[in-house]
C-alpha cells in the first residue's frame, strides 16, 4: 500500500528524454507507490525535435504549463500553450508536444490511469 509523501521538487530524481529532447523529473509513479498516477515535470530544450504524434487507449492526460511555450497538436490542430495553461487531453486522442521556441519549455504532465493500464501508442 501506498505511504503519504512529502517530496521536494529539487530532490526528485531526474533522467534525459529520448531523442535529446531534454530531462524528465519523475514525481509520483510506482516508484513512490502510486500504481494509478504518474506525474512528471518536462523540461524542454529550445529547438527540440519534437514528440511522437500518438495516443493513450485508456490514461488521460493533464498537462500543466509552468513556464515557456510549446507547440501541442491535438487530433491534427496545432495549438500555442503557454505557462498558466492547463491542458486535458482525453484517453485515445492523438497529440504531440514540442518546444519550437529559443526558451526551455517546462511542462508537469499527469496521466491517469497509470501503470499496467497505461499505454504509448504511436499514430505516425
Avoid: W
Avoid at 531534454?22 to 510506482?30: D, F, M, T
Avoid at 512528471?40 to 509552468?66: C, M, T
Avoid at 492523438?94 to 504511436?122: C, M, R, W
Amino acid at each position: 500500500m501506498a505511504e503519504f509523501r512529502l517530496m521536494h521538487l529539487a530532490d526528485m530524481p531526474t533522467n534525459p528524454m529520448k531523442g535529446g529532447r531534454g530531462e524528465q523529473v519523475r514525481l509520483i509513479n510506482a516508484d513512490c507507490g502510486a500504481d494509478k498516477l504518474d506525474v512528471h515535470l518536462n523540461r524542454l530544450d529550445a529547438k527540440e525535435p519534437g514528440g511522437r504524434y500518438h495516443h493513450h487507449s485508456q490514461a488521460d492526460n493533464v498537462y500543466i504549463v509552468k513556464s515557456g511555450e510549446g507547440e501541442l497538436v491535438v487530433e491534427g490542430t496545432a495549438y500555442t500553450i503557454r505557462e498558466d495553461d492547463i491542458i486535458y487531453i482525453p484517453a485515445g486522442q492523438k497529440h504531440s508536444l514540442t518546444n519550437k521556441s529559443d526558451q526551455k519549455f517546462e511542462i508537469f504532465e499527469i496521466y491517469a490511469p497509470a501503470g499496467k493500464q497505461f499505454d504509448f501508442v504511436e499514430d505516425d
